[in-house]
Structures are given as C-alpha cells and as structure tokens.
C-alpha cells in the first residue's frame, strides 16, 4: 500500500533455489486503480547448499542439502530408466523385488512399491528413480550418489552400488520420521573388502542363524563372509575325499552339506555378501589327522612343539602334500563352480614356534604354499592366506606367490611386517585381533575383549596389528591400493562357552562399529550416537524370520519388450523360477543359459539371439 500519487519502486526479492529472470526494478506512482506486479524465476542451476544433520547408517561421506523434504507416497514405485546396463539386468531386477518386499516389512509403504522401466517422462513425485552408468576403474562399483527433489533418484556404475544407495534412503527414512532432506547423498566405501569370518569348525551354527546374519550383515554394508570349516576340534564341510576314509566321521552335533553351502552361498548373492571358504592347512588339522596313520603329523620332527601333532607331515611325505592338494582340489571345483572368487588356504599356526625349523625345512612350507595357491588360481579363484608363519624372519631360498592376499592379525617376534608383504607385492587385509576378534574363551573374555565402543573409538581399517620389530603399522587415510579392507572375526575356541543367540546379543555392536568405521573411516557419529542409531534400525528386515511380503508388480512403459526365460529338465519339470528379461523394442538380443548346479546345458526351444 502507498498514498496515492507517491512513486514506488520494488526489486524482485531473493528466493532459495531460484533466481528472477530481471534484476531491473518495477516503478510507478499509487493510483486508485489497483496494481500488480509478477516477478518471474528461474530455477537456479547453482544452489548453495550446506551440509544435512540428517542421519544415516553406515554414515555416508557426504550428505549436502538445498532446504526442502522428500517423502514416499501411496503412489511411490521404482523407477528403472532404461538403458544398457538395466534392461535384461537379472541381478538389478532381483534387487529391486526384494527392496520392494523390505520398504513394506518395514513399514515405509503400505503396499509393496511396484517396479517400472521407462524414461525420465516417467518419473512422479515420490519415486525412486534407478540410473545404471558404465563401469570404470575409477568409480567403486559399491559407491553411488542420491539426488533428491521432487524424487530421489539413485545413480551407480554396479548393481552393489544401487542396492546400498536404496537401502541408504530406505535406512535414512527410518532414522528421520519418513523424511529425507533434499539434496545429494555422494558415498562410496573407504575399503573394499568388510568381512566377518565365522569360525564354524569348532561351533555348529544352524543354517537359520547363518542366514539371517547374512541379512544382518549386509544392513551394515558388510560385504564378506569367510566360513572357516577345518579345524583342530572339528571339520564341518562334506568331502568325498575324507569320506573315503576308513572309519571317518563328522562331528557328532552335526556338519554343512554342500547343499546347505549352495544355499547359504545364494543367500550371500542375494545380499551382495561375497562368500569366502577357508580350509586351514597344513596346520589346525588334528580332526582330519585322527583318521590318517599316525607318522602323517610332525611330532617326529618337532617333539617339543606342543602344535606338531596338529600338522601335516608336508616336509618328508609326498602323501600328505597329494592328500592335502586332493582335498584342496575338491574344494577348489566346488567353490569355482558355485561362484566363487577367493579362497583362504590357511597357514595359521602350523607350528608353535616358527624359528626351529631348517632353512631346507622353511622352503618346503613356501613352495607348498604355492603349490595350493596355484591350485587355487587355476580355478578362477585368488587364495588369501594368516600372515603369522609366511616370510618369517630368518630364512632364505624362496619367494612366496604375491598373489596371496594376506590377513593380517598379529605381528610378533620374527613375523613378517606389512611392508615386508607389500614389497613382496602382496595385498593385505586388516585382521588385527587386538580390535577384530571375538573369541569364545573365558580367557579371552576376561583379558582380551574389544567392545564395540573401543573398536569405534580407537580402530579403522588403517589401524593395522603392531610389529614387534618395528612397532605400529597404521596408515593414513585414504588408504594405499594394497590395503584391501578388514574383516572381523568370531572364533569358537570353546564352542560351549556362549549360544549362537548369546553370540548374537554379544557381536551386535562390535560388527556395526566395525562396520561404521569401515565404511567411513570419518565417521560424524559419537560412540552413543551409533549406538541409538543401531537401536532404532535395529535388525534387517526379515532377520527374525517368517515371510516377507510379496513385491510389486514389474511394468514397461512403452518401448519395451519382454522375453520370459524357462528352466526345465528334460521331462519338462521346472528346475528355478521363471525369469522376464526386458529390452527396447527392435533392440538386438543375445540370451546365455545359465549355470545351474548338478546339470548341464542341453537346448534352447528357440533361437538365443534375436
């Protein structure tokens, strides 16, 4: 308002997020007519933004927002933008089922969110949008970014990366009331491998347990599950090889079939956890050693050395070094075809005190080692390997294969250092028991036992085990190439000292400050924080169990094709599920059987390529 006859004299005023087309101002004199002006706007290609207080899990690495919220609708879908990398992609349409499942077992949707491919005119308010890029040896394959406005739309050079950018927002809407700042989300791992390995040598953890820590696991972005299955108390894998054996037996509380392995390893797919075998040799083997002639162990060679009688005689008798590679062998064409792509071959302990050997003795163990290492590569598999008796100070002659990737758990006396494995052109992983290790032991409880707040607080993957020699071997970050990533460990070295549920309770926070800290090395949180962050996500979805729901329904809207895949047995009896693949219309075609466990390829009813 003015008084009539007075000038005025108005400028456009400042709006967040967008910028007035003129900077000119609007004059004229009040008159009894009334007035009006309209400032005009265009969105700014350029907003200032500044950084979200929104929580996430694990913390990503960077959260910045423009002002304004994202929220899910009753009408939210996924939508898939159509591309080369998304059409005909089986891994990504997987995942987008079971997101669909997760979003409503969790409550963020009251139906399970449909699935639809199409272009950018497809996408609505509320969607999450899908946009796959060609992979590149400068981009994580785990790593994304979320631009969120009107939708939230998730981008990634790997399918890995798409799961853990929905699952971030799936997580975020959870910790934040149903809201997301709007902005963008840009993350990816400080390391690639975040690992559990799980002793189940010497505890028998039920196939339930596995699987639903498989979930748990990949919640917290953990990427790996070694399952460690040979032991001194213990050996739970079967084997044809030991079968053969007279009178041999698995442990009596009971053992994994390699069905069981099949399916525990397609739960891992399913989850983008890498599954990982470990067969300790030539040590920790008193178990299978029971069941072989009684010169096949090395208490002749060292009497005094209390670990002798639990290792393979590789050093006199050719039999033990072609028994070992015919169990490795066993292993090695089950684990490739199943998948597969790292193996630990051991070298654990395998005497007690690693300086009484003889040079020629030390040599032996080194050439065996890669021996099965090369086995094990022959394969398509790359081994992995305990750091504690491989390029032990002292003796000469050798050169260990440095294509075994070393896990790193503690460094005293003549052990190797890292940077002796690294000049050796080895890759590490950060094993450090001081942090990463949870033991069944009364022992170990009361002397030895990192928390989850100490593990928060005082490790991240470049908190490496000490050297007596040369004392800490920590490295900054971001880290060097060969520090592949950290894993942490369970042990059952009284299998009866704890439940699988009580070993459940007692890893939850340890594994996801482990987790945490792997992820974001930076990470904003105080240990507390963490702590009701963990609280309030709680589980995964479906880690207690029972049915998810069913997903949505998969649409194309227009220019797509689709071609339903069959599996049957010669008989016409269905061996998998019916898989739709999709593609662009008058896009050219090429369709690859899959592998199929216990069967091999035999026709196709119609043309591959088409």
Known sequence: YGELGTDYSFT??????????????????????????????????????????????????????????????????????SSDFTLMNEVLENDLKLLSSEFTEVGLTAASMNIVYGTEETVKPGDIVIRMEEPSDDVSPEGYTISIKDAAEVTAAGEAGIFYGIRTIQKTLLLNNGVMDNGKITDEPSVDVRALHLDNARKMFSKDWIMAHIKDLSYQNINTLQFHFSENEGYRLESSTLEALSGWKYPSDGYYTKEDILDIIEECNKYHIEFVPSLDSPGHMTYVLNYLPSDWDCTALWPSDWRSEQVFNIYEKQECRDFLKELFTEYAEFFSEAGCKHFNIGGDEFLNDFG???????????????????????????????????????????????????????????????????ENGNKVINMADVYMYYVLSSWWESNANPVGSKIFNEWTPGKLANSSRIGDQSVDYPYPDWLSGASFAIWCDDKNFRTEDQVATNIYMRTRAMAEKSWNPNSPYSYSELENISKKIEHAPGFDGGEFPAPGEIFSEGTLGTIVLRYVD?????LRNDRTVYGLIDAQYTITPDKLYGYRFVSMDKDAEG
């Open 570 to 574: 010669k008989d016409g009896n269905t």
């Open 12 to 81: 456009a005023p400042a709006i967040y997020l967008w910028i007035a087309e003129s900077d000119k101002a609007a004059t004229g004199t009040y008159s009894e007519k009334d007035g009006e002006i309209v400032f005009v706007y265009d969105a700014d290609p350029n907003p200032v933004m500044f950084p979200s207080d929104m929580d996430t899990y694990p913390s990503v690495t960077e959260y910045v927002t423009t002002g304004g919220e994202f929220k899910l609708n009753d009408a939210s879908r996924f939508v898939v933008i």
């Open 356 to 422: 009484s050997m003889t040079n020629a003795q030390y040599v032996t163990v080194m050439e065996y080692f890669n021996e099965i290492s090369a086995l094990v590569k022959s394969y398509g598999m790359t081994p992995r390997a305990w750091n504690d008796g491989l390029m032990y100070q002292g003796y000469t002659g050798y050169t260990l294969d440095p294509d075994i990737e070393i896990c790193y758990w503690s460094g005293p006396a003549a052990v190797a250092t890292i940077e002796e494995f690294v």
